[in-house]
């Protein structure tokens, strides 16, 4: 089933974009278990197929930009049907650890690499992954205008920004979109930044819609992570915040039944419907994943089952979060 009547634009550009967008961190493989080529180009199938025109990915999605490779290489004859999200300013450095750096020459150098990986001519959207804490955020910001006006992307985004952060950056280029952590346990921007980015017509595109897998609902209480499973080391994921958020999730799955839905469809579709938020960046590596989130389109929670969600997060009470990068 197609989705097209709920695509949203792009800030004020004429790009529309599902309110489902398919995040390409999994079949990088770097921290999701079992990865593996044949699933991951039937996942990015699959998302087009379910109506999800949106591609969210970046350059350090991958020790060698797998992700971005994977893209070009299941939807590369769709190009003209999909929306391609991806991001400059992180690198993994020899020992495999995440640098930041937002130097106008990386972002160029990361730009160029991104584009000839994903074999095309520009992207839509060109997000700075984080801020470099040695580069000015302006700095970068005029890096990335250049990019956009020389039509290598048709517009910019940020991630992972404070409200300062924002401020500079848009002074110097006009922000599109802004990337960052959101879901019904971490709702820390509706205090800052969501209130800027509607102000500033800022679409604003959130990631772990999902808490990495904990409101899909599919890991048991009893679940032992794997140690190469890199969501052990989230707060989330261990001792009493775990328990909490699974009595939490068992409140979800009585309401989900109830609206006959599955309970990533319900967290999905309360996510995308909250005001100024334009698309939730659902990940996946198997194609049964991503057709399950697109499921969140077509339809809508009622007052009274918004009602039941508001009541099961006060009992959920305050979480202990950890910031991604
Ligand atoms: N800008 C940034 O700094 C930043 C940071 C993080 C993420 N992101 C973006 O946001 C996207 C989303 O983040 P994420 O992928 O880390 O987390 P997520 O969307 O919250 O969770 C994705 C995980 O949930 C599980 N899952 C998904 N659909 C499921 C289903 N229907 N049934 C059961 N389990 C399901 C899968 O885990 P299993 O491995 O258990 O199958 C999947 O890997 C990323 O892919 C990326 O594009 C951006």
């Known amino acids: 089933m197609h989705h097209e009547s709920e695509y949203r634009p792009l800030a004020d550009t004429d790009i529309l974009v599902s309110p489902v967008s398919l995040g390409c961190w999994p079949i990088a493989g770097m921290t999701s278990l079992d990865v593996n080529d044949t699933d991951s180009l039937a ?8 109506g999800v025109n949106f591609l969210d990915t970046a350059y350090c999605y991958g020790a060698n930009g797998e992700s971005e490779r994977l893209i070009a290489r299941a939807l590369g004859h769709r190009r003209d049907e999909i929306v391609i999200a991806t991001k400059g300013g992180i690198h993994w450095d020899a020992e495999g650890k995440q640098v930041l750096d937002g130097r ?16 095309t001519d520009r992207v839509e959207l060109l997000y700075l992954h984080g801020p470099d804490p040695a580069t000015p955020v ?4 005029g890096a990335l205008k250049e990019l956009m006006e020389e039509g ?3 517009c910019i985004g940020v991630s992972n920004l404070q409200i300062e952060q924002l401020e500079e950056f848009h002074a110097v280029c006009p922000i599109a979109a802004f990337q960052p952590p959101y879901n019904m346990l971490q709702r820390q921007i509706e205090k800052d930044t969501l209130p800027w980015c509607r102000e500033h017509g800022v679409s604003v595109m959130v990631y772990w819609p999902l808490l990495k897998g904990l409101l899909a609902g599919k890991l048991p209480r009893d679940h032992v992570f794997q140690p190469r499973d890199g969501r052990a ?4 994921f261990q001792g009493d915040e775990w328990h ?3 009595d939490f999730v068992d409140r979800l799955r009585e309401i989900a039944q109830e609206v006959g839905k599955t309970i990533s469809q319900v967290v999905v579709n309360w996510t995308v419907h909250q005001p100024g938020i334009t698309a939730a960046l659902c990940g996946a590596k198997r194609a049964h994943q991503i057709e ?4 969140a389109m077509g339809w809508r929670l009622d007052v009274g089952q918004l009602a039941k969600i508001d009541m099961a997060l006060e009992e959920r009470g305050e979480p202990v979060v950890k910031p991604a990068v």
């Not at 080391?233 to 989330?236: D, F, R, T």
């Open 43 to 50: 996942t990015l199938e699959a998302a087009v197929a379910n």
């Open 104 to 119: 106008p020459d990386t972002l160029r150098r990361e730009c160029e690499e991104s584009l000839k990986r994903l074999q």
């Open 138 to 141: 302006a700095e970068s910001a």
């Open 152 to 154: 290598k992307t048709r």
């Open 233 to 236: 080391k989230y707060p989330m």
């Open 244 to 246: 909490k958020n699974q």
């Open 292 to 295: 399950e989130t697109a499921g």
